[in-house]
């Protein structure tokens, strides 16, 4: 198994589930679903109490992501990877991927992966991991203010934990019209800036931040499921600095930060 593909299947799942859900539960659970010499067949499911889906949208949905109510889609536009991918990662990894639904009652989206059997190995701490960018920061730019705009509320609650535990002070926007406007108001010494948010995306966002006196040199990162040559060039072109890849990495996002910090204090000090 690889443990970057699940992630992305759990989060791409979990946070749709959260975004639909306006009130009740969504819970995530795995289990065993077979197991024999080769291996075993894991079943993961993230379940919500949301509006479910319409059985005639059923079979379109992991063709390639829709959403079944258009005034829907205007309000949540971008759901991260997407079912489609998510169910290319899971038939990569031995398995496949689903839904089951009743409108008006809920949805439980699921994968299944096929694991083969391996030596126990113990795990290097976190910390350990990416302790040496995170102290850098610490070291250097405790205290600092930077600006996370990330409109997936998984997302955006485990980037601001890994800033904030590296000592920066962290202001959030959910989407681009709002991160322009809190950039016209605050000096951020970085932005890391979502691709896919409703109201306004990341492209646009930058286009009119580096319009902007307080926008114009701040780094900024790019955080993107997408790692296509031409979605990178999109985004210098827009004006962004560096891409930070999701499900995020914490030794990479130190990495990214601590050098965006350290161009920038660099500007200052000329």
Known sequence: GDATRITQA???????????????????????????????????????????????????????????????????????????ITRQLARLMGGDAGVDSVLGQGSTFWFTIRLEP?????????????ADAEERILASYSGTRVLLVEDEPINQEISRLLLEEAGLLVDLAGNGEEAVRRVEAQIYALILMDMQM???????????????????????????????????????????????????????????????LSRQAALAGD
């Open 10 to 84: 759990l989060l791409n799942y979990a946070s749709n589930a959260v975004k639909f859900t306006e009130r009740g539960h969504v819970v995530i659970r795995t289990r065993v679903v077979a197991s024999d010499e080769p291996g075993c067949l894991l079943r993961f499911e993230v379940a919500d109490s949301g509006p479910g889906v319409a059985p005639e949208v059923l079979a379109r949905l992991f063709q390639a992501f829709e959403q079944a109510d258009s005034s829907t889609t205007r309000l949540y536009k971008g759901t991260g990877l997407g079912l489609a």
């Open 198 to 260: 409703p109201v306004m995306d990341g492209l646009e966002a930058t286009r009119q931040i580096r319009q902007r006196a307080n926008g114009r040199q701040v780094p900024i990162l790019a955080m993107t499921a997408n790692a296509f040559a031409d979605d990178r060039e999109r985004c210098l072109a827009a004006g962004m600095d560096d891409f930070v890849a999701k499900p995020v990495d914490p030794d990479v996002l130190f990495q990214k930060v601590f050098d965006g």
């Open 118 to 130: 391996g030596e126990p190995v113990l795990a290097e701490p976190a910390a350990a991991r990416h």
